[in-house]
Structure formats: C-alpha cells, structure tokens
C-alpha cells in the first residue's frame, strides 16, 4: 500500500488573544493518499481553512506532526521548506482577492515558474499557454488583468496557478463558495478531470456536504477544531455515526423527493461554542439531541465502526 502523500498526526494550532487562546485546531490527525480527494466539513468556525493553511505551512502550528510525501516539514526553516512548496499548493476562496490586479494574467501564471526557476522565458510562455488551454480558457487572454475576468473565469486562473509547479497535492479551500451557482458545476468538474489527468491528491474544504460528497473518496467531519468523523463518502452518508454528521447529512437537499421521504430533519439547537473556552467532555453536547450527563465527563475518542470508518462519540453504539 503506498504511504500518504499529506500525514497530519496530532496537529494543533492555537491563537493567543486577549481573551484566552483560540484552539482553532485540537489535536486533528489525518492521512491524504496519492491521487485521492479527502472532503473536510463543518460549520465556519470549525477549524477546517486553518487546518488545510496549517497542513502547507502557511499558518504556524502549535505542535503535531505534518508529512509531506514522507518527510517531516513541521519544523523545516523557510529556506529549507523552498524547494518542497512545488509539491504542495492551494486554491483559495476568493478568486478575486488571491490574484494581484497589477498584474496581467500570464505574469500571475509565469511567477511560480520565475520564482523556482523553472524554464527559459519562452519555456515559460509555452508554460502559461498550457496552463490556461488546460482550464478552459484562451491563451491569447494572458494579457488581460483578472478585473476583465468573470468569478468563474478568475478561480480557473487560480486553479492554473495552483497546477503551474506540476504539484502532488492541492489544498481547496471553499474553491467554489464565491462563485454563481451556474458556474459552480463546471468548476467541479474541471477539477475532477484534472485530479483523473494529472494524478493530483485534494483536500477538498467545503461547508456544503453535496459538493464534498461529488468530488470526494473519503470525508473527514470536523466541529470547533475536533475531528468527529470520518468514512468513505458511501458510508458517511448512507451510515453517518456521530450525531453531528447525521444533522449534516438530513440538512442537504435531495433532488429525488422520494428519496427522502423517510428521513427526518435534525434541527440542532443554539451556537457554536467559543472556540476559547470550548465545552468540557464531548465539544458538541451542549447542542446534541442524544447527549447525557456523561458525555460531559470525558472526551471521546475515535474509534472504529467499520473498515475505514471511525467516529468519536459516546453513544454512536447506541
């Protein structure tokens, strides 16, 4: 069996305000596998972007282990963690905000490669005009400024940046929650095509469970910086175990009514705890429909329900 491509044991990352430290990610473990595409879910809040930033050293660990294609980059100085950015990239939210205005398109793709010192100058031209053929637009269009560009238009540009480095792992954080509904479905698929293409592993971060369930082989849940779950996409959503999951998986739309004619809405009660000072015990008890005293006396652990299928919750026997 290969080793994963992204290890993340234990990983931690805290904030230290005024009012307290943030545990915005609290002792997440995950392993991502060449050319698979891992969801991540939850609430806004959760800790799922601070864990994908995390996971490319573009946020600062608390402690944990991250391995990138075997090798411990945790602790790896700037200098020495440069020659491994390649491997790993990221897709961010916004479209419009992670692309410099001042500059043209082509130079925006013609940066990583200038930056790493991949090519001649007109390897490099050749380079962009690939780049943007293999996401759907016109070379000829490396002149213009992102301004000129649609949302939809302007996150291929991103996913083209993303892929200029020839990278083994791309972290998507919200790739298409910016975006027109109507575009959303082609850049869904021009992402799956890409991963089928080029061989790419995702961690695919979304709060919208449908998008992770199209595009994903395995999802992880997460709620105020826990994992709570994680399975096969099958699995999750036709056997979900953690109450949480279950409340997420009633909430999506079905496009069959039939095929949902059976199943009950689960409505969860009140806010997402703070962060700062999360609940004792069991993080989601204080909004479970199932919770009892004694989920408020110790934390649950993952544990196994299943081949690849393992869940933290008290009462998922039950």
């Known amino acids: 069996m290969a080793d994963p491509i992204l290890s993340l044991v234990d990983l931690r990352v805290h904030f230290p305000t005024r009012g307290g430290v943030v545990r915005a990610v609290d002792g997440v473990s995950l392993d991502v596998m060449p050319g698979e595409t891992v969801g991540l879910v939850g609430e806004s809040g959760c800790g ?3 864990l994908g930033k995390a996971a490319l050293r573009l946020a600062p660990a608390t402690s944990g282990s991250i391995r990138l294609d075997g090798q411990d980059i945790g602790s790896l100085s700037r200098s020495a963690l440069r020659p491994l950015r390649p491997k790993m990239q990221m897709i961010f939210q916004d479209p419009f905000a992670s692309l410099n205005p001042r500059l043209t398109v082509g130079s925006i793709l013609e940066e990583p490669l200038v930056v790493h010192g991949r ?13 943007m053929e293999k996401v759907g637009l016109r070379p000829e269009a490396a002149a213009r400024h992102p301004h000129e560009f649609s949302g939809g238009q302007r996150q291929r540009i991103g996913i083209a940046r993303a892929l200029a480095l020839s990278p083994q792992i791309v972290v998507c954080d919200e790739p298409v929650s910016a975006l027109d509904v109507s ?6 698929n021009l992402l799956t095509d890409l991963r089928s293409e080029l061989g790419l592993a995702y961690l695919f971060i979304s709060h919208d469970l449908s998008v992770v369930e199209h595009v994903s082989d395995r999802i992880a849940v997460m709620y105020l910086g826990k994992m709570v779950e994680i399975a096969d996409r099958r699995t999750l959503w036709t ?8 409340a997420l998986v009633s909430a999506v739309p079905r496009p069959d009514p039939s095929d949902g004619a059976s199943r009950q809405r689960i409505r969860l009660e009140g806010d997402l705890p703070s962060p700062i000072d999360p609940p004792s015990g069991c993080r989601f008890r204080t ?17 196994d329900f299943g081949p690849g299928h393992r869940a933290a919750c008290h009462r998922a026997d039950g």
């Open 239 to 246: 056997r979900p175990r953690h109450p949480y999951t279950q």
């Open 287 to 303: 909004r479970c429909p199932i919770a009892t005293a004694a989920c408020a006396e110790s934390e649950p652990v993952l544990r």
């Open 48 to 50: 799922k972007s601070t």
């Open 183 to 188: 575009v959303r479905a082609q850049v869904i």
């Open 119 to 131: 090519g001649t100058a007109s390897e490099r031209r050749e380079r962009v005009a690939w780049l």
